[in-house]
Protein backbone atom coordinates (compact mmCIF):
# COMPACT_ATOMS: atom_id res chain seq x y z
CA UNK A 1 0.00 0.00 0.00
CA UNK A 2 2.68 2.35 0.80
CA UNK A 3 4.64 1.58 -2.13
CA UNK A 4 1.78 2.23 -3.78
CA UNK A 5 1.01 5.59 -2.33
CA UNK A 6 5.09 6.74 -3.30
CA UNK A 7 4.61 6.06 -6.98
CA UNK A 8 1.25 7.76 -6.96
CA UNK A 9 2.62 10.98 -5.31
CA UNK A 10 5.98 10.89 -7.42
CA UNK A 11 4.11 9.84 -11.19
CA UNK A 12 1.84 13.55 -9.93
CA UNK A 13 5.13 15.17 -9.47
CA UNK A 14 6.30 14.33 -12.92
CA UNK A 15 3.22 15.61 -14.36
CA UNK A 16 3.09 18.67 -12.60
CA UNK A 17 6.77 19.07 -13.27
CA UNK A 18 5.90 19.02 -16.87
CA UNK A 19 3.37 21.70 -16.38
CA UNK A 20 5.59 24.09 -15.05
CA UNK A 21 7.41 24.88 -18.70
CA UNK A 22 4.47 25.77 -20.20
CA UNK A 23 2.89 28.03 -17.48
CA UNK A 24 4.87 30.91 -15.49
CA UNK A 25 4.99 28.39 -12.87
CA UNK A 26 7.66 28.53 -9.36
CA UNK A 27 8.87 24.84 -8.23
CA UNK A 28 10.41 25.13 -4.93
CA UNK A 29 11.87 22.09 -2.82
CA UNK A 30 12.78 22.10 1.13
CA UNK A 31 14.48 20.11 3.73
CA UNK A 32 13.16 20.42 6.97
CA UNK A 33 13.57 19.30 10.65
CA UNK A 34 12.60 20.80 14.14
CA UNK A 35 10.53 18.77 16.96
CA UNK A 36 7.18 17.49 17.47
CA UNK A 37 4.56 17.32 20.64
CA UNK A 38 1.94 15.06 21.08
CA UNK A 39 -1.12 16.48 21.97
CA UNK A 40 -2.79 13.77 24.10
CA UNK A 41 -5.66 13.53 26.81
CA UNK A 42 -4.18 12.40 30.12
CA UNK A 43 -7.16 10.18 30.86
CA UNK A 44 -5.73 7.97 27.85
CA UNK A 45 -3.39 6.32 30.10
CA UNK A 46 -3.38 4.93 33.75
CA UNK A 47 -3.00 6.98 36.49
CA UNK A 48 1.40 7.16 36.34
CA UNK A 49 2.16 6.65 33.23
CA UNK A 50 5.63 8.13 32.07
CA UNK A 51 4.53 9.48 28.73
CA UNK A 52 7.28 11.12 26.42
CA UNK A 53 5.46 12.79 23.73
CA UNK A 54 8.31 15.28 22.34
CA UNK A 55 10.72 14.16 19.57
CA UNK A 56 12.55 15.64 16.33
CA UNK A 57 10.64 15.43 12.79
CA UNK A 58 12.05 16.08 9.27
CA UNK A 59 10.72 16.32 6.38
CA UNK A 60 11.44 16.48 2.34
CA UNK A 61 9.03 18.12 0.09
CA UNK A 62 8.44 19.71 -3.20
CA UNK A 63 5.65 22.61 -4.24
CA UNK A 64 4.76 24.24 -7.41
CA UNK A 65 3.44 28.27 -7.32
CA UNK A 66 1.85 30.83 -9.63
CA UNK A 67 1.22 34.51 -9.25
CA UNK A 68 -2.25 35.25 -9.10
CA UNK A 69 -2.15 39.16 -8.02
CA UNK A 70 0.88 41.09 -9.33
CA UNK A 71 3.39 38.46 -8.35
CA UNK A 72 2.18 39.28 -4.76
CA UNK A 73 0.29 36.41 -4.12
CA UNK A 74 1.61 32.89 -5.47
CA UNK A 75 -0.98 29.92 -4.66
CA UNK A 76 -0.26 26.24 -5.33
CA UNK A 77 0.46 23.20 -3.64
CA UNK A 78 2.88 21.40 -1.83
CA UNK A 79 4.10 17.23 -1.58
CA UNK A 80 6.36 16.00 1.66
CA UNK A 81 7.27 12.95 3.26
CA UNK A 82 7.62 13.70 6.82
CA UNK A 83 8.92 11.67 9.97
CA UNK A 84 7.22 13.09 12.72
CA UNK A 85 9.21 10.85 15.98
CA UNK A 86 8.49 8.40 17.68
CA UNK A 87 6.16 8.69 21.33
CA UNK A 88 6.81 6.59 24.09
CA UNK A 89 4.76 5.54 27.68
CA UNK A 90 5.91 3.69 30.21
CA UNK A 91 4.00 1.82 33.37
CA UNK A 92 5.72 -0.22 35.85
CA UNK A 93 8.78 -1.06 33.83
CA UNK A 94 6.98 -1.80 30.85
CA UNK A 95 7.41 0.41 27.44
CA UNK A 96 5.57 0.61 24.44
CA UNK A 97 6.61 2.74 21.54
CA UNK A 98 4.72 4.01 18.22
CA UNK A 99 6.51 6.14 15.61
CA UNK A 100 4.34 7.97 12.94
CA UNK A 101 5.51 8.71 9.62
CA UNK A 102 3.20 9.83 6.38
CA UNK A 103 2.89 11.69 3.09
CA UNK A 104 0.84 14.97 2.63
CA UNK A 105 -0.36 16.79 -0.32
CA UNK A 106 -1.44 20.36 0.41
CA UNK A 107 -2.77 23.70 -1.25
CA UNK A 108 -0.69 26.32 -0.16
CA UNK A 109 -0.94 30.12 -0.13
CA UNK A 110 2.18 32.61 -0.29
CA UNK A 111 1.97 36.45 0.36
CA UNK A 112 5.02 38.56 -0.27
CA UNK A 113 4.98 41.33 2.57
CA UNK A 114 8.71 42.74 2.24
CA UNK A 115 11.75 42.26 -0.18
CA UNK A 116 12.16 38.60 0.41
CA UNK A 117 10.24 37.90 2.91
CA UNK A 118 6.74 35.77 2.51
CA UNK A 119 4.06 34.33 4.88
CA UNK A 120 2.02 31.63 3.95
CA UNK A 121 -0.72 28.90 5.20
CA UNK A 122 -1.24 25.63 4.12
CA UNK A 123 -3.58 23.25 4.28
CA UNK A 124 -4.60 19.89 2.66
CA UNK A 125 -4.04 15.98 4.04
CA UNK A 126 -1.77 13.22 5.02
CA UNK A 127 -1.61 9.79 4.79
CA UNK A 128 -0.23 8.61 7.98
CA UNK A 129 0.62 4.88 9.35
CA UNK A 130 1.98 4.23 12.74
CA UNK A 131 3.98 1.44 13.55
CA UNK A 132 3.74 0.16 16.98
CA UNK A 133 6.34 -2.19 18.60
CA UNK A 134 3.51 -3.63 21.39
CA UNK A 135 0.73 -3.69 19.61
CA UNK A 136 -1.81 -3.34 16.15
CA UNK A 137 0.18 -0.90 13.81
CA UNK A 138 -2.66 1.63 12.12
CA UNK A 139 -2.71 3.95 8.99
CA UNK A 140 -5.17 6.44 7.90
CA UNK A 141 -6.17 9.58 6.21
CA UNK A 142 -6.50 13.00 8.28
CA UNK A 143 -6.42 16.77 7.98
CA UNK A 144 -3.04 18.92 8.16
CA UNK A 145 -2.76 22.70 8.57
CA UNK A 146 -0.30 25.28 9.49
CA UNK A 147 1.06 28.81 8.63
CA UNK A 148 5.21 29.68 8.27
CA UNK A 149 7.30 32.46 6.85
CA UNK A 150 10.07 31.73 3.94
CA UNK A 151 12.97 35.26 4.19
CA UNK A 152 15.65 35.10 1.70
CA UNK A 153 17.09 36.74 -1.69
CA UNK A 154 17.58 34.82 -5.34
CA UNK A 155 16.77 31.12 -4.92
CA UNK A 156 17.72 29.82 -1.66
CA UNK A 157 15.60 30.57 1.21
CA UNK A 158 14.80 29.94 5.01
CA UNK A 159 12.02 28.43 6.20
CA UNK A 160 10.10 28.14 9.07
CA UNK A 161 6.78 26.55 9.84
CA UNK A 162 3.85 24.90 12.64
CA UNK A 163 2.09 22.69 11.34
CA UNK A 164 -0.49 20.40 13.44
CA UNK A 165 -1.05 17.06 12.28
CA UNK A 166 -4.40 14.88 13.14
CA UNK A 167 -4.25 11.31 13.19
CA UNK A 168 -7.41 9.68 14.06
CA UNK A 169 -8.32 11.35 17.73
CA UNK A 170 -4.53 12.30 18.12
CA UNK A 171 -3.02 15.58 17.43
CA UNK A 172 0.77 16.17 16.87
CA UNK A 173 2.30 19.95 16.58
CA UNK A 174 5.51 20.30 14.13
CA UNK A 175 7.79 23.00 14.47
CA UNK A 176 10.12 22.96 11.90
CA UNK A 177 12.88 24.95 10.11
CA UNK A 178 14.73 24.73 6.75
CA UNK A 179 16.41 25.70 3.65
CA UNK A 180 13.79 26.04 0.44
CA UNK A 181 15.65 26.17 -2.99
CA UNK A 182 13.62 28.09 -6.39
CA UNK A 183 14.37 25.97 -8.98
CA UNK A 184 12.09 28.50 -11.11
Partial sequence: MALLRNILVLSCSMVL???AAAADLNVHGALKGGWTDLDYDD?????????????HTFSILAGLTFPVARDRIHLGGEIAHTYLGEYS???????????????EAVFAGFFDVATGTQLFVRAGGWAWESDVDHGDDDSGFDPVWGAGFTYGLDNLLFRGEANRYDADDEKVDAYTIGLQYQFM
Fill in 17 to 19: ATT
Fill in 43 to 55: GDFPAGTDVDSTD
Fill in 89 to 103: AELAGSEAEVMLTGS
